[in-house]
Structures are given as C-alpha cells and as structure tokens.
C-alpha cells in the first residue's frame, strides 16, 4: 500500500476503523488542516510528548527556485530565531528518505488552531473586545520587534500569517519571504530584493513607488522594516473594521489612490524624494482635497487606537513608528501583565510551586555567512539546484545532530532520524507554552477568550 510521503503504517487502528499513519517514526497523523499550492498542512501528535503538532508538507520543493529558496528561508529564519513566543517554532525537519533525490519536505511546528484571517472574518457579525483587539496587537507587534531587532524583514504580513488559539495566544509565522540585512562593502544587494512583496491589501507606499536610483532602489537600500509596521497598522484597522482597509484596491494604481484618499497627498520634501517624476506631475495637477482620515473609517474605535494605526500608517517610511515603539504605547498598558501571563512557559513536569518568569528573549545576530547562499544564487555562478539542495540538507541535519553525520556525504538510506531535545526546543531557549489552560502555582488557569471558528480546533479525521 503506498503511504503518504514516506510515512509508516501503524499496527494501532483510528477510531473509525482506518488505519493510522505516522511520519518520521514520532508524528501520529491527525487530519488535515489546510492545503494549498505548495502541499498541505496536517494536525499530528508527538508521540514522544504527547502534544499537538503541525506538520506542513512542501510537494516539489525543487520544481521552481522561488520555491525551494522560499522554502530554505523559511527553515533557516525559523531555527535561528527560535525561542520567542510570538514566534511560531519550528520543532523538527523530518530526514527525507534519499538525500540525493528527494522532492519534498516535511517540517514540524507548534500546533496553532487558527489563522487571524478566518478568524476576523467570523467574527464580523459579532464584533470584538477592545481588550482582545489590544492582545492581539501587542504580541504582534512584540514579534515583529524581536524579528525587526534580529535586523528581519517579514515582507509577507497579513492576518492569513498570524496564528492564534482560544487563550489569545497570537504567533508570527511564515518567513519563507523574509529576508535579513547586513552590511555590505559595496551596499549593492538590490539582487536579493523585490518591491512585489506583501499581499496587495497590506503593501506600504514605500513598494509601490520605489524611487529609481543607479542602484535600482531609493538610496541603495530597497526598502525598511517599515513596510512591516505598515502592514501591522492594516492588520490593526482590519481588527475593528472586518475587513481589509485597502481590500478594494485592485491593482498597484488604486491601492495608491487609497491611500492618498485615506492620507492626503504626500508633503512636497517626501513626494521628491520617494516618488518618480510622472507620479510627481500626477500629485501637482491634482486638486487639493481634505484626506478622509482613520476616524471616519473607524467610528468604533477608541481615540487612543486611531492614534496609534495613524502612527504606523505614514506615508513616509522615515516618520513612521517603529514596531518597538508601538509596543511600548500606553494604549497597551493595562493588558501587558495579561500579555506577560501567556508568555510564562507551563510549569515543569515534575511541578513546583515557583512561578515561572514571562519569557523574554533578546534578538539574535545573525550572521551574512548563514544566508550567503543568496548571493551564490543571485550571482549565478553555480549550480543552484545542487548548492540549495545542499544546503537544505545542511539545515536539516541540524534538528538531528546525532544522526546526520552517517547520512551527510553517505550513501542514501531510508530513515526516520529523531530530532534532538535541543533542536525541539528551539536551541537552548525555554520550551514555548503549550496549548491550553495551565496553572501558575495557586494563579487562576488562563481563561479562554474566544471561540474559534467551528472546525478549526478538530479538524475531521482524512488521510493525506
């Protein structure tokens, strides 16, 4: 019987009579939970820890080298970041079965039952708590902080990359389009860079008119951690509006009228240095019209958040606030003690009456030579299927210290190598919290706020 992907068969039978499948010789698989152009999600369990896990199968990781560059990002961003809790982690890249051929991949995260998207869309008749709304945005933006203070661009924000579960716990995930920056001896790395990033909906000024210089970008440098904060200022609106603030953009030229509509044109000093010459005849034969402003959209929203969204909504990336800086606005003050209580880590197995501190961990320094393999790439000086697929297996072999050696190198086998402790973990950072209620010593168990929308939490038993 030909099993999904390199998984086993199981001796034990499912509750209705089918048999179980297990991947990587640690995964029981659940069902699926989402599928899409790149392959599938599913829900599976940790047999070793008995936890929920998510398992997302990439089919065809070499057919395109977006792909497999996206897919090489999303694993290295994801393993050096680890240990944050607004950070979705990543626990285990299962070994393929031939090194020298395989196709696809198999990584393993924390277990997060919904999406922001889904989310906001079900509770559009409903509405939302202020207090829920302000959770929501203060782990983001605490995410995005941490991910901006490791010196990475997300570049793909939207409600559809943020995961959520029934205690408000919100995390980042999908860095397959991030990228990092560093310094450079001649600042020329416009090759690693495109303005067409971000869905259209969330997309800052700064990418849809990119000022064009010998460099290909404004000054040298394409763009900012800006377009996050951005993006997180839609997200933001998005949560009291239920709808996307700029969804009715079809192309790049509206969404631009949008927001000249929502901001006003751009003052002169901003317009000269961030816009082309035809886009600045454009704005001088235009008549002078009064912006719509966030508080006419926003009739429900509290004073202290329209404040807030028009701060990270700035035409001009150099004025706009930093993601630390929205974190650290008083509009958040009386939910950050909440926030800290669902960073704590879940008490140890072998209990104790001491209560854990809210996690806090400082943003790594990563290396240029971890992602070197972009300009290898981008130069097109070598193979770069055989250059990323080495490097795929390079990365791997990292969540199996112990194994990998024998199999780097060797003759192909087929194997399930089991990740290390540490490589679970994330590295030597705290283990994330687990999902669902917990006590910290006599402390009340975390409530849960919401329910998710039917069928997220239990997603029907069906084979991949």
């Known amino acids: 019987m030909a099993l999904p992907g390199g998984a086993v068969e199981a001796r034990e039978q499912a509750p209705n009579g089918a048999p179980e499948y297990i991947w990587g010789s640690r995964y029981r698989l659940r069902g699926v939970m989402g599928r899409g152009g790149y392959g599938c999600v599913m829900s599976a369990i940790d047999i070793k820890t008995n936890t929920p896990v998510a398992i997302k199968r990439v089919d065809s990781v070499f057919q395109s080298l977006p792909m497999v560059l996206r897919i090489l990002r999303e694993v290295k961003f994801n393993r050096h970041l680890a240990g944050h809790p607004n950070l979705v982690a990543i626990r285990d890249v299962l070994w393929p079965g031939d090194s020298n051929s395989f196709k696809e991949v198999r990584m393993v995260f924390d277990s997060m039952p919904c999406d922001l998207d889904r989310f906001i869309r079900s509770r559009s008749g409903t509405g939302l708590e202020e207090q829920v709304i302000k959770m929501l945005m203060l782990q983001l933006l605490n995410g995005l902080a941490y991910l901006h203070g490791a010196r990475v661009l997300h570049r793909d924000l939207k409600p559809a990359n943020v995961l959520i579960d029934e205690m408000c716990r919100l995390k980042i995930c999908d860095l397959g389009l991030a990228r990092a920056y560093f310094e450079t001896g001649d600042g020329d790395h416009s090759h690693l860079w495109t303005a067409h990033v971000v869905s259209r909906s969330y997309r800052a000024p700064e990418l849809i008119v990119p000022h064009t210089t010998r460099m290909g970008f404004r000054n040298g440098v394409p763009y900012s951690a800006a377009i996050d904060v951005w993006a997180a200022g839609c997200i933001f609106a998005e949560l009291f509006m239920f709808e996307p603030l700029f969804g009715q953009a079809r192309d790049q030229a509206r969404l631009l009228e949008m927001i000249f509509d929502l901001l006003g044109a751009p003052l002169y000093d901003v317009a000269v240095r961030m816009c082309p010459p035809e886009l600045l005849d454009h704005l001088r034969r235009q008549p002078a019209r009064p912006p719509l402003g966030l508080s006419g959209l926003l009739p429900g929203a509290p004073a202290g958040a329209v404040e807030l969204i028009a701060r990270m909504l700035v035409f001009d990336p150099d004025a706009r606030i930093s993601a630390a800086e929205a974190a650290a606005s008083p509009y958040f003050n009386d939910v950050r003690q909440e926030v800290a209580d669902l960073d704590r880590p879940p008490p140890p197995v072998w209990g104790g009456a001491?209560?854990?501190?809210?996690?806090?961990?400082?943003?790594?320094?990563?290396?240029?030579?971890?992602?070197?393999?972009?300009?290898?790439?981008?130069?097109?000086?070598?193979?770069?299927?055989?250059?990323?697929?080495?490097?795929?297996?390079?990365?791997?072999?990292?969540?199996?210290?112990?194994?990998?050696?024998?199999?780097?190198?060797?003759?192909?086998?087929?194997?399930?190598?089991?990740?290390?402790?540490?490589?679970?973990?994330?590295?030597?950072?705290?283990?994330?919290?687990?999902?669902?209620?917990?006590?910290?010593g006599g402390r009340t168990p975390l409530p849960t706020r919401f329910n998710l929308p039917a069928g997220m939490t239990d997603p029907a038993l069906r084979h991949p």
């Open 354 to 440: 001491a209560e854990p501190p809210a996690v806090r961990v400082s943003p790594p320094t990563l290396r240029s030579a971890d992602f070197d393999f972009e300009t290898r790439v981008g130069n097109g000086t070598v193979n770069a299927a055989e250059v990323l697929r080495q490097e795929l297996l390079a990365e791997i072999a990292c969540f199996h210290p112990e194994g990998s050696g024998q199999v780097l190198g060797g003759p192909s086998a087929e194997r399930h190598l089991e990740p290390s402790d540490a490589a679970v973990r994330g590295g030597g950072h705290p283990p994330p919290p687990s999902v669902g209620n917990h006590t910290w």
